[in-house]
């Protein structure tokens, strides 16, 4: 390593030292903002509802995460502050479809306000939940345990299958969705 590049790199290891702060209960802008420079992957959570009248439902989400492979769990989080809330929480199974570099448009389908499921065509799964046919992967599960998590209730499935579909995975970083590219 050169002179000049240890000195950057010093000067960079200050910078971020300097910067660090405590997330304020007041103004969480910057600590959403931190956050925002992970990427995730984007998924659309679906399930039924306790009134099947009612019909499907579906909700976007990046909070996702593998737990487990022996047994197999994963687990998403949705917020307490959504009108979904109540039904994923009641749900006994649901399928996480992780969405591909064509999928912008469910995005926005799922999302506050979107049409949701009207219009759209769906499968229903051997757990009677209902399923996108196209996906980069999906993972039918049902409820194996949900935890209190701040604003958000942590509910973990057990998978009792999965599969994987085509494109590249669809993304989320700095509050913006995109996709990803090789190095």
């Not at 209960?25 to 509802?49: N, Q």
């Not at 994923?88 to 389908?109: C, E, N, P, Y």
């Not at 499921?117 to 051997?126: E, Q, R, T, V, W």
């Not at 939940?129 to 196209?134: E, G, H, S, T």
Request: proline residues 5%; charged residues 20%; negative net charge.
């Amino acid at each position: 390593m050169q002179e000049s590049d240890k000195i950057d790199a010093a000067i960079g290891a200050a910078q971020n030292k300097a910067a660090l702060q405590s997330p304020d209960p007041a103004d969480m802008r910057a600590f959403r903002a931190a956050l925002g420079r992970f990427a995730t992957g984007v998924t659309v959570v679906t399930a039924r509802r306790d009134e099947p009248e009612a019909g499907p439902l579906g909700i976007v989400a990046n909070s996702f995460a593998s737990v487990s492979l022996d047994p197999p769990l994963v687990l998403w989080s949705p917020a307490r502050a959504s009108v979904r809330h109540a039904h994923f929480t009641a749900a006994k199974a649901f399928s996480i479809h992780v969405l591909h570099d064509a999928q912008a448009d469910l995005i926005l389908r799922f999302g506050r306000n979107g049409a949701g499921f009207d219009g759209l065509s769906y499968d229903l799964n051997a757990e009677d939940v209902p399923v996108l046919p196209d996906f980069h992967a999906r993972f039918d599960c049902v409820t194996e345990a949900m935890h209190e998590g701040g604003d958000h209730t942590i509910i973990i499935g057990r998978v009792m299958r999965f599969a994987t579909g085509s494109g590249t995975p669809m993304l989320f970083a700095h509050g913006a969705f995109g996709t990803f590219q090789k190095v």
